[in-house]
């Protein structure tokens, strides 16, 4: 699925989206709502 993936870059993924509390799609971190499902998200700084 991820071949030849690196923890670095994982990490980096990991940080820059987040799961949308609606209906769990990836969601950037600066996105201000949920590109699937539309539901509005908070920011959260750190
Ligand atoms: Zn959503």
Redesign the pocket.
């Known amino acids: 699925m991820f071949s030849g993936r690196r923890r670095q870059r994982d990490d980096l993924f990991d940080r820059s989206f987040r799961s949308?509390?609606?209906?769990?799609?990836d969601?950037y971190v600066l996105a201000e709502d949920?590109?699937?499902?539309?539901?509005a998200?908070e920011l959260r700084a750190g």
């Open positions: 949308c509390d609606d209906c769990g799609a969601v949920c590109k699937d499902c539309g539901t998200l």
